[in-house]
């Protein structure tokens, strides 16, 4: 079962509904004691680092997610949800993450508009589980006024250009993070939820 944690932080319907229209088996979690069991978690999110990182420690939900990574169990990060994954986040001043990915989550400083939001490409630097049956240079659909800076390069998977070139997906061991939204972007979206939840634990 995937279990999408719910800690009051965006529309998770349409999460849902992209598992759903596949037959994979999910469901929307505000208990911890559901991550624990659960064999995948997504953790989405919408908006700013701060105000996600409070909720989710509100939530309870922080000792739950570490409990499920050190189990070597399939973690997902989806656009904010991603950036909560690494060390610190700059929005609004500095605040802590969760920690599982090293890194900085900084803003775009650039004449673009910021925020990005649309379609854009992501190259893969390299094979990969989550982007099986996924064409490298898919378009995948962001919507972000920040971006990740990896301490590790290795950890970038896939990498886009909006002014700069940033890690679009990561992965450390048993943890993913997709800066996209895969339940706006079509097949190719579909196939790495897919992909996602065919992957069995370390």
């Known amino acids: ?29 505000t208990d911890p004691a559901r991550v624990a069991s659960a064999s995948h978690v997504i953790l989405p999110g919408v908006g700013a680092f701060r105000p996600a990182m409070a909720h989710l420690k509100d939530s309870g939900m922080i000792p739950a997610i570490q409990a499920h990574v050190d189990a070597g ?67 995948f659909y962001f919507v972000h006024s920040y971006h990740a800076v990896l301490e590790n390069t290795e950890e970038g998977l896939g990498m886009a250009d909006y002014g700069v070139v940033f890690p679009a997906i990561v992965r450390k061991n048993n943890v993913w993070g997709a800066q996209f939204h895969p339940e706006k972007s079509q097949n190719a979206g579909l196939q790495l939820l897919a992909n996602f939840a065919a992957i069995q634990a370390a």
């Not at 995937?2 to 596949?22: C, F, M, R």
Request: net charge negative.
């Open 1 to 29: 079962m995937i279990a999408i944690i719910d800690y009051e932080v965006g529309n998770l319907h349409n999460l849902k509904n992209a598992l759903d229209y596949q037959n994979l088996p999910c469901e929307i979690v």
């Open 73 to 139: 169990k399939p973690f997902l990060g989806i656009c904010v949800g991603m950036q909560l994954l690494f060390d610190v986040g700059e929005e609004d001043g500095e605040t802590e993450g969760l920690g599982l990915i090293s890194g900085r989550i900084v803003r775009f400083q650039h004449n673009l508009k910021i925020p990005q939001i649309g379609w854009n490409q992501v190259e893969f630097n390299r094979p990969d589980p989550l982007l099986a049956k996924v064409d490298n240079g898919s378009y």
